[in-house]
């Protein structure tokens, strides 16, 4: 099984390039929804940590962002609790894929906390700071401030892009990156299987840019 970890930057369109592979996503984001709506061990473990924010089950998205808003710290304890549940959730997802050629994981801050091992293929989504922005502003109520306390938990971009084995540049425009995301499947599968990929130094053929 080859694992194939999409990152980048807030609103790069991770997400949507991990779909467009065309294998098995694990969506942290999604899988943490589910947390706060069905998990009642988290919620007590949340209501115990923020007594003064947490009031109710299902935990409320609103809640948990005044609570960061209010003090970084919080979000330290909140991602302190829910990230062993998704890594949990991650390894079961993997566990029943595995007889799968390929699968995905699009995971936040998948570097940060090293969720990911050795030899998983890291891809880079590049967007432009407009792009990226504007599709920022759209989201449901997502502050500025919000926004940059999140990217304060986050690596810098040239970092995860220095990290990265491939590089996809994201237009926005769906065709566009369809292509890349095929030049990029087809370099993986062919490297791979012909056991040209050297994991050890992180060199590849054809780094695509």
Not at 75 to 81: A, E, F, Q, V
Not at 151 to 170: T, W
Not at 184 to 194: G, Y
Request: hydrophobic share 40%; with cysteine; aromatic share 8%.
């Amino acid at each position: 099984m080859i694992k194939v970890a999409v990152v980048g930057g807030i609103g790069s369109g991770k997400s949507h390039v991990a779909k467009l592979f065309g294998y098995p996503v694990f969506d942290a984001d999604k899988e943490v929804k589910k947390l706060y709506k069905k998990n009642k061990k988290c919620y007590y473990k949340l209501k115990k940590s923020l007594p003064n924010y947490i009031t109710s089950f299902p935990i409320k998205k609103y809640e948990l962002s005044k609570a960061i808003l209010a003090n970084q710290i919080n979000l330290r304890k909140i991602t302190k609790i829910i990230h062993p549940a998704i890594r949990s959730r991650m390894n079961k997802f993997v566990k029943k894929n595995k007889t799968k050629k390929i699968i995905v994981l699009d995971i936040p801050l998948l570097l940060e906390n090293k969720i990911n091992n050795k030899k998983d293929i890291l891809i880079f989504v590049e967007a432009k700071r407009e792009e990226i922005n504007k599709r920022l502003r759209k989201r449901n109520k997502m502050s500025y401030k919000m926004i940059k306390m999140l990217k304060r938990f986050q690596l810098p971009v040239e970092v995860k892009k220095k990290k990265s084995d491939f590089i996809i540049k994201n237009n926005f425009k769906n065709n566009f990156v369809k292509k890349n995301v095929k030049n990029i499947l087809k370099e993986i599968l062919i490297n791979v299987w012909s056991n040209t990929w050297h994991r050890d130094n992180r060199t590849i053929n054809n780094r695509a840019t």
